[in-house]
């Protein structure tokens, strides 16, 4: 097998399994054994091996040394601390981003009305809510800081499939809706204001979810 190909093979089960995690099918705390993943893929441990370290070092596995590795339990605090720093991140981005042009507009519009009609698809409703988002962004003039975005929301999937469960999605199309229309009349106090009420929200829920209630000194 050519190096090129083991590097394919090993992105394939890495994605198999990250999806795995994020949509369920591992929850917290089940322990993840290379032998098990490998005979069902019908691949060697090798490559298995390879992509759950990685999964370990992206922050959803945790390395119980000797003894393989086990899902990442969800946490509060990780919640609380996350999404304000996704909506301040966003917000800086709309802040410091060129006009969208129509075509752009037109796309958040688009992808806005796919959201709303995704059903109870979770996965396809978590892929459309972060391209709306990427779209939105698409005028940042740092273009480091939609990286940084897209990264912490890799880490917090997991998170918004827990989310996506309860949450109604014609109420994140309104608050989509909203702030492209603020954005559009070059209203950005309004656009960045709604976008912190956006993340403000499903941090709101997956609190509930996770704890019962949002903390009074919740950020």
Known sequence: MTPINRRLLREDVYGEVFERIVHGGLTPGMRVRDTAIAAELGVSRTPVREALVRLSEDGFLNA????????????????????????????????????????QLARLDELNAALAGAGDDIPRRIALDEEWHRALLAGCRNRTLPRLVDGMKRRMRVYEHHYWQEASVEQSAEEHARIARAVAAGDIDAAVAGLEENFRGTMQRLARRLEGAVPAAAP
């Open 64 to 103: 119980d040394a000797g003894r393989g590795f086990r899902v990442r339990a969800l946490a509060l605090d990780e919640v609380l601390d996350t999404y304000p720093i996704l909506w301040t991140l966003e917000g800086l981005g709309l802040r410091s981003s060129e006009p969208l042009t129509a075509a």
